[in-house]
């Protein structure tokens, strides 16, 4: 069964931070484009931030755009999101899903097929 494991959130203050964690099961995330999306309760899902496959390039949504971090280590098939800055409205259940079939070297806020479970992501005071 492929699948993806996200782990790393938790309950965190106003201005702290946080690491999550993306691994695969069933495939591997290597040099597949990947991406982390969130959603708030009452909320839609919004996509937050992707990766390529060779980690060279990456977006961003504005909403995270300087707070945000995403990385890869290939060696370790493991993808990152590294959130410092973390505010309220950050509050959400936080996805990564995988494109096992895009060649290119780029990534889209679209498209992705293998998601995970999610991961709660909790900023209170």
């Known amino acids: 069964q492929l699948q993806l494991v996200e782990s790393g959130g938790g309950l965190v203050q106003p201005g702290g931070s946080l690491r999550l964690s993306c691994a695969a099961s069933?495939?591997?995330?290597?040099?597949?484009?990947i991406a982390w999306f969130r959603q708030a309760p009452g909320k839609e899902r919004e996509g937050v931030s992707c990766?390529?496959?060779?980690?060279?390039?990456?977006v961003y949504s504005d909403s995270v755009k300087g707070r945000f971090t995403i990385s890869r280590d290939n060696a370790k098939k493991m993808v990152y999101l590294q959130m410092t800055s973390l505010q309220p409205e950050d509050t959400a259940v936080y996805y990564c899903?995988?494109?096992?079939?895009?060649?290119?070297?780029?990534?889209?806020?679209?498209?992705?097929?293998?998601w995970g479970q999610g991961t709660q992501v909790t900023v209170s005071s």
């Open positions: 990766i390529s496959r060779s980690g060279g390039r990456t």
């Open positions: 069933g495939f591997t995330l290597d040099y597949k484009a």
């Open positions: 899903a995988a494109d096992r079939f895009t060649l290119r070297d780029l990534c889209v806020m679209s498209g992705y097929d293998v």
